[in-house]
């Protein structure tokens, strides 16, 4: 280990684990807002398979569709091609979240209970100038 003339090493570290806490606490409920918003979008998309007789059209680009079809029936394509994106966001935030999930264990895991309060408090407290007094 290198020996540090500047830093203390020992609360440096303490300091950035806490950082790392409120930011990965941050991210993880980011990811949470995501995924509610897009159940949300979803919840109003159709939730039944493709129709039969559009399913040929599911990884067609909506300016690549027949100009023969009508309005309402590319407006079905669109709303199932967007609910399948949708599906696939909802997946990828899920994956992500667990990630920073596992990265704030990390963290947090690192810290004593005590430390982890106490820095976390410290950081999260406006102090005087800050706050205009």
């Known amino acids: 280990m290198t020996d540090f003339l500047t830093i203390d ?5 303490k300091r950035n684990c806490a950082i ?5 606490e941050q991210e993880v409920h980011s990811y949470q807002l995501n995924i509610d918003s897009y159940q949300a979008i979803l919840d109003n998309l159709p939730q039944d398979a493709w129709p039969e007789e559009l399913v040929q059209y599911r990884g067609v680009s909506l300016e690549n569709l027949p100009w023969e079809l009508d309005i309402e029936t590319v407006k079905t ?3 199932y091609k967007y609910r399948d994106q949708v599906r696939i966001l909802i997946r990828t ?11 704030l264990a990390a963290a947090k895991a690192q810290l004593s209970p005590e430390d982890l309060q106490a820095i976390i408090a410290l950081m999260t407290t406006p102090t005087e100038q800050s706050s205009g007094t």
């Open 9 to 13: 090493v020992e609360e440096s570290r």
């Open 20 to 24: 790392n806490v409120i930011h990965r």
């Open 77 to 79: 394509i669109n709303a």
């Open 93 to 103: 935030e899920m994956a992500e979240q667990i990630k920073s999930q596992n990265h």
